[in-house]
Every structure is written in C-alpha cells, then in structure tokens.
C-alpha cells in the first residue's frame, strides 16, 4: 500500500488564536493557494489515492477539501488524525484493508513521529504543505520505506502552468 501524508497548509498564526479554540484556526488565503499548486502537481505525478482521510480540525479540512477537489477523490475525517500515533495508523489501516493507496491529512509533530517510525526510526521534518510518500511492506505493525518527501517549495515550483 502507499501511503501519502500531507500535512495541512499554511494557516493562521497560533499566537492571534484562543488556544481554547486552536481547532477553528483555518489556513490563509496564501496557504490555500499555494495548495492549489500542490494539487497540480499530485495531478501531473498521477496520484490516486482510494480516500483522502483527514484531522477533523479546521485546517486540516480545509486542506484535505482542496485535495479532495482537485483529485477528484473523496475526503472522510477521521478523530485519529487530530492525535496521530502508530496505533492510530494501525487502526486507519484495518479499517482500509484492500486499497491500494491512502492520503492521510494532519499535523505535526505527529507526522514527523509516525513516519519516522514506521520508516526505521530516522528523523523527519515535515513543514506545512509537504508531500511524503511511504510503501508499506507490513500494516502489522506498520513498517515501510520512505520513497520521498517533498516540501512545499519544490512543489510550488514543480507546478505545471
């Protein structure tokens, strides 16, 4: 299976936002659409994924919607990708056991954390907006090989026109 993970795009600033209320704090105008070159060139790499699972927060919805649109693929939300772990992952994948691909949306340090272990234990930075493919060659316990992780920049210049 390959799993894509992505993790929100640029939202607003954390300091002009209740805590209490973190999980309303949408993303930008510029984050939305630098996310709209990122779908182009998900589009031009001729990525499918069976679903497009998502944090319920704001952000991550909202990115997960505009991915969802521009791969023509559907968008569920999912609790577990609000406080993702391995064992959240391994519960994602029981409940998707034939698909071929999944598009899982969130936040970091999660993202960082989970790919990292589920890839060997190295360490991976994972900035707004990035792209990170991983082959799993088990789903109990999840384990598998990072084939690449492409920050924001490169595909904002990647994209087709």
Known sequence: MNLYFVRHGMAEDRAN???ARDHLRPLTPDG???LGKSV???KALGLKP???LTSPLTRARQTAD????GLGRPVVEDEVLADFSVSGLGSLLDRYPRVDSL????HEPDFSIVVGMITGGGQIEVKKGSLIRVDLVSTHPPRGTLIWNIPPRLLALCAPT
């Open 66 to 69: 505009i991915l969802g649109e």
């Open 32 to 34: 939305a659409a630098r």
């Open 17 to 19: 936002w209740d805590p």
């Open 50 to 52: 069976e679903a497009i």
């Open 103 to 106: 598009m899982l949306v969130g």
């Open 40 to 42: 182009r060139v998900m």
